[in-house]
C-alpha cells in the first residue's frame, strides 16, 4: 500500500487510513475516531459490490471455487490492483489484469484458471461492444469459393489448451488437453452472444482469410490441403464450402467483399 505522506494534513491522512481499510480491513487498522458499525457498512458496501460484479462476470470460476478461495481471490483483486477504467463493465478486464501480471499464483490456483476468465470475459465483452456489423462493400450472398469471405468483426476465434467450455464442478482438468481447444465466439444479429466449437482446420481457414483480405476461399481451402498433404484437394475444397456455408449461416461470415 502507499504510505501517506507525514506532512499531509489531517483530514487527507485520515482519507488514507479509511480507503485502506476498507480495501482490507485485516491488515490495515480503522481510522481511530471513527464507529467501527459506520465502517462495517463502508467494508461491506464497497467490497460486495465489487465482489458481485466478480461473480457475474466469471460465474463458472465462482461456482467450481470453495468460499475462501473465491473471497480471498476477489480480496486480492480489491486491495491491491489500480483500476484504470471507471465503468463498471471493465471491471472484468481489469481481474484478468490482475490475475495475469499482478497476482502471484498460489498451488489452490486451478491449472486453467486464466484461461477460464479469459474465456468468461469474452461473453460480456462481446455482448457489450458497440462495434456495428459492416453493411457496404459486401455482397451477403456471394460466391463463397471464388470472393473473400467476410469474417463478422463480433465473431473471434479463440484457441485454448484446456477445455475451457466444458469446466464445471464435475469436470476440471489438471494438465492441458493433447490438442488445443478451439472455440468462435460471436453474437449474432438478434444481438444474442453464442460459442461454437470448430476443429483445427476450420480455425486454419479463418486465421488465414483474416490474415489476407485478397483471399479466396478456394485458395485458403487449396493451402490447407497442401499443408496438411491431403490426397483429394477437391474433398478438402467440397467439405470447406459447407463449413463456410454453415458459418455464414449463423452470422460468423458476413459475405464476400465486393
Not at 31 to 37: A, C, K, L, T, Y
Not at 199 to 224: C, F, H, K, P
Amino acid at each position: 500500500m502507499h504510505k501517506p505522506s507525514p506532512d499531509l494534513p489531517h483530514f487527507q491522512t485520515l482519507q488514507y487510513q479509511f480507503a485502506a481499510h476498507i480495501r482490507n480491513p485485516d491488515v490495515n487498522a480503522a481510522p481511530s475516531d471513527i464507529e467501527d458499525r459506520r465502517m462495517a457498512i463502508y467494508r461491506d458496501l464497497f467490497f460486495n459490490n465489487v465482489e458481485g460484479f466478480l461473480s457475474g462476470n466469471f460465474p463458472v470460476l465462482k461456482q467450481i471455487s470453495s468460499e475462501a478461495y473465491w473471497l480471498k481471490l476477489a480480496r486480492g483483486f480489491f486491495d491491491t490492483h489500480r483500476c484504470h477504467t471507471p465503468y463498471f463493465l471493465e471491471i472484468g478486464e481489469e481481474f484478468i489484469d490482475y490475475v495475469n501480471n499482478e497476482r502471484e499464483s498460489i498451488d489452490d490456483d486451478p491449472a486453467f484458471l486464466k484461461e477460464l476468465i479469459h474465456y468468461e470475459w469474452v461473453e460480456l465483452a462481446l455482448d457489450a461492444s458497440t462495434v456495428a456489423l459492416p453493411i457496404d462493400g459486401l455482397d451477403a450472398n456471394g460466391d463463397l469459393l471464388q470472393g473473400h469471405p467476410v469474417q463478422s468483426p463480433l465473431a473471434w476465434l479463440l484457441s485454448y489448451q484446456f477445455p475451457v467450455h466444458c469446466i464445471r464442478p464435475d469436470f476440471q482438468p489438471e494438465t492441458p488437453s493433447d490438442t488445443p481447444t478451439f472455440l468462435i465466439a460471436y453474437r449474432n444479429r438478434e444481438d444474442e452472444v453464442n460459442f461454437m466449437e470448430v476443429n483445427m482446420v476450420t480455425g486454419r481457414l479463418l486465421y488465414l482469410l483474416s490474415e489476407d483480405e485478397q483471399l479466396t476461399g478456394i485458395d485458403a481451402l487449396t493451402q490447407i490441403a497442401t499443408e496438411m498433404n491431403h490426397p483429394d484437394r477437391e474433398q478438402v475444397v467440397s467439405g470447406g464450402l459447407q463449413t463456410l456455408e454453415h458459418l455464414r449461416s449463423k452470422g460468423i461470415l458476413l459475405g464476400t467483399s465486393i
